[in-house]
């Protein structure tokens, strides 16, 4: 019997086994996301070099896209997949190993200006997605940061070798942004993983009355979260064809 997509850990799964699990673990619709922020980034430099951008993407997918899912997966199986520990662990491994080697291969590209993203960088995937320091970077604020703003700003020094005005206001909506995400996918997740039923009434203004159950609340959120990453996906391919073309 086929599972009910409304009762599948994100509205991305696929449901369960072989190459499903790796689709669902990849969470496509945060990765492209969030790596459209280093495009974003990289698409505020006077001048645009390619092999730069590519790296950067490269070493965020391998540390977003894999390191940190995988790490998050073996903190309570929260997506349910049925990859075994082990393979997690090597996936969060290789992912670190190949962003920081992509880093290293950068730094002797750009500069010894790139050394404090390519330290900081791991150390988030992990303090994050761990929930190391107390969980004091497992915040709302602290995946804005690491998730919205260091995108932004790696790609961009990636590109310059320095900072600006311009990609600080840049990261700063790139944190808006990510903090919308958060208040969206916070009660989503609970209403898929958490939330076993819901029921209940809303009375309007005319003395109607209209039932409340798991779509009423959980639509308006994943419609949100769907529009907002085609959005800046989008709005970074027009930055990149723009800038490219």
């Known amino acids: 019997m086929a599972e009910d997509p409304e009762l599948r850990p994100a509205f991305y799964a696929a449901g369960r086994g072989a190459w499903r699990d790796w689709?669902?673990?990849?969470?496509?619709?945060?990765?492209?996301?969030?790596?459209?922020?280093?495009?974003i980034g990289a698409s505020l430099a006077p001048q645009?070099?390619?092999?730069?951008?590519?790296?950067?993407?490269?070493?965020?997918?391998?540390?977003?896209?894999?390191?940190?899912?995988a790490l998050d997966e073996l903190q309570g199986r929260p997506l349910r997949t049925q990859l075994p520990s082990p393979v997690l662990v090597a996936v969060t491994v290789a992912g670190l190993a190949g962003a920081l080697a992509v880093?290293?291969?950068?730094?002797?590209?750009v500069g010894w200006v790139l050394v404090p993203f390519l330290v900081l960088g791991?150390?988030?995937?992990?303090?994050?997605?761990?929930?190391?320091?107390?969980?004091?970077?497992?915040?709302?604020?602290?995946?804005?940061?690491?998730?919205?703003?260091?995108?932004?700003?790696?790609?961009?020094?990636?590109?310059?070798?320095?900072?600006?005005?311009?990609?600080g206001l840049a990261a700063a909506a790139a944190v808006a942004l990510s903090s919308a995400q958060r208040s969206l996918s916070t009660p989503a997740r609970l209403l898929r993983r958490q939330v076993t039923g819901v029921s209940g009434?809303?009375?309007?203004?005319?003395?109607?009355?209209?039932?409340?159950?798991?779509?009423?609340?959980?639509?308006?959120?994943?419609?949100?979260?769907?529009?907002?990453?085609?959005?800046?996906?989008?709005?970074?391919?027009?930055?990149?064809?723009?800038?490219?073309?």
């Open 201 to 245: 009434t809303m009375t309007l203004a005319e003395g109607e009355s209209r039932p409340v159950d798991r779509s009423t609340l959980l639509g308006p959120l994943e419609a949100a979260l769907r529009a907002l990453s085609w959005g800046v996906v989008l709005l970074a391919a027009g930055l990149a064809v723009t800038r490219l073309g």
């Open 48 to 69: 645009v070099r390619l092999d730069r951008l590519f790296g950067t993407l490269l070493a965020f997918f391998l540390a977003v896209g894999l390191a940190a899912h």
């Open 23 to 39: 689709w669902t673990l990849l969470h496509p619709p945060y990765t492209a996301w969030h790596l459209s922020y280093v495009v």
């Open 103 to 109: 880093g290293i291969v950068g730094v002797t590209r």
């Open 122 to 167: 791991p150390l988030l995937v992990v303090a994050y997605n761990a929930e190391l320091f107390g969980g004091i970077v497992h915040t709302d604020l602290g995946f804005a940061l690491a998730w919205g703003a260091f995108p932004v700003l790696t790609a961009y020094v990636a590109q310059t070798q320095r900072l600006s005005v311009g990609a």
